[in-house]
């Protein structure tokens, strides 16, 4: 996933496709369909990675620490690690459009960042 993401903070979402990515890796674009079957999958996993990155520092609260605190932590991070990269996060926009989440917003997911934007625009 980190030439996908590299080629994503390259050339932005629009240009983000398999076969792209395969000329950047230096293979041929069915070589590389054996791994990822459809480009929704490719933006799944890149989802995926971009929040494992940004969240893997992230430490369950201390017992001490207040609920309300940590959430804000929580969501600042998540912020955070979405505007890591080029294209993913725009403020104030309808998520369904935000690439390369583009999809995948649905019943939990959509509510999250919805919760995500709220705190981080309070804090």
């Known amino acids: ?54 969240l893997a520092d992230l430490k369950r609260p201390a017992p001490e620490t207040k609920w309300e605190d940590w959430l804000v932590e929580l969501a600042c991070t998540t912020r955070q690690a979405l505007l890591a990269y080029r294209d993913v996060f725009w403020r104030g926009r309808d998520y369904e459009d935000v690439p390369p ?10 509510a999250s960042l919805e919760v995500v934007v709220a705190i981080t625009r309070l804090a």
Do not use: C, N, V
């Open 1 to 54: 996933m980190g030439a996908a993401l590299d080629l994503l903070d390259a050339d932005g979402f629009d240009q983000m496709s398999l076969r792209r990515l395969a000329s950047h890796l230096g293979m041929h674009a069915p070589g590389l369909y054996w791994y990822i079957e459809s480009k929704q999958d490719l933006i799944d996993l890149m989802a995926k990675a971009i929040l494992d990155r940004g």
């Open 101 to 110: 989440f583009k999809g995948i917003y649905s019943g939990r997911a959509k």
